[in-house]
Structure formats: C-alpha cells, structure tokens
C-alpha cells in the first residue's frame, strides 16, 4: 500500500477500525473483543436491511456458522452445567455475528479496501513476531548475564526461549503458527499477481522468508505440515492455473529448504516427529504419559467411546468435557486427566458437544469454503480450507477464542471476495 492509501484509511473511520482489529486480532484480545463491540454497532445502525435480506435469501451458506452456533445455544437445554455451557457460549459468539455482519457491511468499503485489511493483517503478525522475538532476546540475554555473574533463576531455558511457547507470548504457538501460515498465503498471492510492483513483491518475499521461519521456530507440529502443504499447493496451483513454472519450482524449492532447516537447525525436531511416530504405532502405551501426540490419542479414544453412546444429540455444550474427564479417570489415562484435555479433534468435540447434526454442518462448511474456492479460483480460499480441515483434526480450535476468531474471522473475510463480486448490486444500501 502506497502513502495515499494510507491516509484515504484513515479518512473512513469504519475501515480504520475493522483494520485496526485484524490487526490486533494476534496481539491484543481485550481490545479485539471490544472492537467487535463497535463494529457490531456500527453495522445495525448503518440501515439497509431489505437489502441484507435478500443477500440472505441469495446465499443461504452465510446460516452455516451461525446454526453451528445456535446448535450449541440448544444444546445448553440438556446440559446440567449451564454455567459452563453460558461460558463456552460467550467464546463461540462471532460465529452468530461475523457471517452475517462483514459481508453486508457496505461502509466497510471491502471491494475498494480488501487489500488494505489484508495487509492490516500481516503488519499484526509482523508486529507479533518482533515483538515475541525481542521478548525472547531479552531474556535470553538476562539469563546469559545471570549467568556469568552467578545469579539463580528458577528456570534456565537457555535457547528454548526462541522456540515453542516461550516464543510466542500472546497465545498458544500452535494456533499462532495458523494464523501466520494464512499471512503467508495472503503474501504468495502478491508475489504472484502480475500487477504488483516489483517493490511490492520484493517486500512481500521478505517478509515471506520471515513467516517461513517463524512458523518453523514455533516448532508446532500441525503448524509446519500446513507450510509445507501450503507452499506444494502454490506451486500446484501456479502450474495449474497460469502454468507458472518458476514460481511452482521456487514453491517446492521453499519446501525443500525448509525441510532441511528444521531438521538441520531447529532443537528437538527429530525428537518430536519420533514421538509423534511412537505414539501412533506403539501399541504399548503408558497411560501418565504427557507426550503432545500420545495425549492426543488418549483423547481420541475416549471420545469415540463416548460418541458412540450419545452420537444423536451429544452430551451438551456444559457436559461434554466433564463427561470425557471422567472417562479419562475411568480408563487410567493419567497425563490426558491432569491436562485437562478436550477431544482435541473438532470433529469429535461437535460430536460430544451437539451430536451428528453439528458435525456434519461443520464438514459441510469446510467443502462450502473449498468449492467456492476452486469456483473463484482462489488460491487463498482453497488453501484455508486445506489447512484448516487438517487442523481441526489434531486439535479442537472452537473451543477458544483465539481458534474461533481464526476460523470465523478469515473464512468470512474470504469469502467475503466472492460474495462482493456476485452480489455487489444487491448491497446499496440507501
């Protein structure tokens, strides 16, 4: 973006403040949730509800989310804990909110500013990642000079301070790898648009370089498969669609080297992918083990059992994740009890939650996003999708803010696209 896009921004006060909430959407949570307070506002008193109406009518998908999310206010029917259930709730709002404001919210200006709420999203992350990478400097060189003259500390992570969760302080580093693996594919869309200028591109590339590597630093497991995923489908992509091959080889070159840094230079990779390979194949398991993947499947096994007896309606939003607990303590799965842990699987966490119905809503709103994507050929629609679907299969992203606002906040801003480019005529609001 140029100097006079930036100031035609801040002349439009709705367009100011929808950027300034993706750009925080990674660093400061109270003040996100406080600006969906104002946009909210702004988007009831903007008028032009004929108008929303019969977007509504057109495209019935924009429902999805928000009956995934009213499945879930029913639910608290049949939970005896309704004070967990109204907690949940409360995490699980935007999805009511989100499909239903964006797309329709005509001040926003988004066919004229999406490139600029874009880019208001890679600055958040750019600024997330100086400043969890400063943090992690600081205090790596505190511990350094502790040591030297000989001051205790309780703890000495000595390198670790640039990997994993000490790395990223504002939230889990497998949900934050996510979020930056989709800045990422908002950058390949640059570096591949024939109309970006040569600057453009050049800042794009390097800020491509430094996602890449924050993703690896992050060492989250999902995280990483979706990089890789992510730069074979853009060459894939590339190849298909405008038969680019320097930018399908510089894709699987990018992979490659990647691949190579993180076995090469990034701690305990080798050791992590082993566990993750034991705790797959290893028939013999220990039940206190506290290993992330060994966790995982203890908390699979659980909920496949629960599933089966209450796969109608599921055991309520307040319930379900009492109900696992305890099958946890039943089954001696020791390390997956004092975890606390949830299906970590969406699929299986909608299943305990709502039942049948809220998980077959949320598969169809994966292939929704996909098909619409290969519709528009969008590159960035079809790989959210991809990425996401393969997320949610290894941890239950809904059942926090963070995975929520990650999965409502960018499908709807993607979708948004499509949706401004058919029905950009039904939208006049008066």
Known sequence: MGRAEWIKLFSKPIPLVFSLFLLVITILPKLTSLLIVVLLLLWLFEGGW??????????????????FFLLHLVSLSYSENIDIGWKKMETLLSMLIFPLMVPTFKKLDYEEQKETYR?????????????????????????????????????????????????????HYGYLAMYVNVAIAFLLKVVSKRESSSKLKRNAYILLVLFSIFVLLLNSKAGILALLILYLYFAIFQLLKNGNTKSAVLSI????????????????????????INGITNTEVDPTSHESTQLRIFAWRSSMDLIQKEWQLGYGLGDANIVLLEDYEKKGYIGALEEDLNAHNQFFQSM?????????????FFVYLYFIGIKSLSFELQVFALITFLAFLAEAYLQTQKGVLYTVVLSTLLLTDYFGERFKDDLKVE
């Open 50 to 67: 004929k108008a929303r109406i019969s977007f509504y009518k057109k495209n019935p998908a924009v429902f999805i989310l928000p009956i």
């Open 119 to 171: 880019w208001a999203f890679i600055i958040g992350i750019l600024i997330n990642l100086v400043l969890c990478l400063s943090r992690s400097t600081a205090l790596f060189s505190y511990e350094m000079y502790a040591r030297y003259h000989r001051i205790e500390l309780e703890v000495y992570p000595y390198t670790n301070y640039f990997f994993y969760s000490y790395l990223s302080y504002f939230m």
């Open 352 to 364: 305990l939650n709502v039942g049948i119905l809220g998980t077959v809503l949320l598969l169809f």
């Open 253 to 276: 070159s990018t992979v490659v080297l990647l691949g190579i840094a993180l076995y090469q230079f990034v701690p305990h990779t080798k050791e992590r992918v082993q566990g993750m």
